[in-house]
């Protein structure tokens, strides 16, 4: 279903395959007007569509053409909304357009390990200082999209890279088409992540609705995660009897972190939005 090396499409020639989800593909490509290489992201839902002899992309039938629409609408959205956004922790889009049934963006290609790869390979938790460099760049990242009150909702370490050259995080994954497509086939397992995903992404009620505070409490979530090495207890559960165990105030203390960075975190991962700082990590 990828297409092969080789290939154009328009003035981009593919030269590898990066990855392939369940939503799109991205391939390693060359911009033969510019030169230089490029990220491409094609719009294949492989559940809904399928490629013809010709390359071009159609939906499976004529009952999944709803939901393919939906979703390629979203996918537009998405890189519409990003190539509006210029910050370098955020993900770049160069152009995007349609064609061949299907839509396409363009992107830097970035190296680098994600947030989840480097802390792996750690021999002990980072230091307070090199997380604060990290959530600093984050922070500032999703307040210019928050500025356009669009929030990501899927914040996570692996939706984090960390530049090869410079180690800049780079904030990864809007996936606005999952989300559309996950809308309209009910599959809400396919976009929360347990212990990222705040109560109201479950269920959005009047007065729990998702706001800046949504990613800042992925962002707790996240920064949670570097320190203890696990996730949080997941939130929705924490409604009924809350189970979380605040990082501050422990006996004996944790090791290398300021009470006021593990407050910061705790405060991020209050269960109702209300008690969570409403625009960023309060450090």
């Not at 729990?208 to 949080?232: C, E, S």
């Amino acid at each position: 279903e990828v297409l092969s090396v080789g290939t154009d499409v328009a003035e981009f020639r593919i030269t590898e395959l990066v990855g392939q989800g369940g939503f799109g593909i991205v391939y390693k490509a060359w911009d033969q007007t510019l030169e230089r290489v490029v990220a491409l992201k094609e719009y294949l839902p492989s559940a809904l569509a399928v490629r013809r002899q010709d390359g071009s992309v159609t939906a499976r039938s004529e009952r999944h053409q709803e939901t393919f629409d939906a979703g390629m609408r979203s996918f537009i959205n998405e890189a519409r909304l990003l190539a509006q956004f210029d910050h370098p922790s955020l993900l770049k889009v160069y152009r995007f357009w349609q064609d061949n049934g299907t839509a396409y963006m363009v992107m830097p290609f970035y190296r680098g390990d994600t947030l989840k790869q480097a802390l792996a390979a750690m021999p002990e938790p980072p230091s307070e200082t090199w997380l604060l460099g990290v959530l600093d760049s984050v922070t500032q990242a999703l307040a210019v999209m928050h500025g356009a009150h669009c929030y990501h909702r899927d914040i996570a370490p692996d939706n984090i890279l960390l530049l090869e050259d410079s180690g800049l995080p780079v904030v990864l994954d809007f996936g606005a088409a999952r989300r559309v497509i996950s809308d309209m086939t009910q599959a809400i397992t396919v976009i929360l992540k347990p212990g990222y995903a705040p109560v109201e992404q479950y269920a959005e009620t009047p007065d729990m609705k998702q706001g800046p505070w949504t990613d800042v409490y992925a962002l707790g979530a996240v920064m949670h995660f570097a320190v203890m090495g696990k996730t949080p207890v997941p939130s929705v559960g924490r409604m009924m009897k809350d189970g979380y165990q605040p990082l501050a105030g422990r006996t004996p203390p944790l090791a290398g972190y300021s009470e006021r960075f593990l407050q910061a975190i705790d405060q991020a991962l209050s269960v109702h939005p209300a008690d969570r700082p409403q625009t960023k990590l309060a450090m």
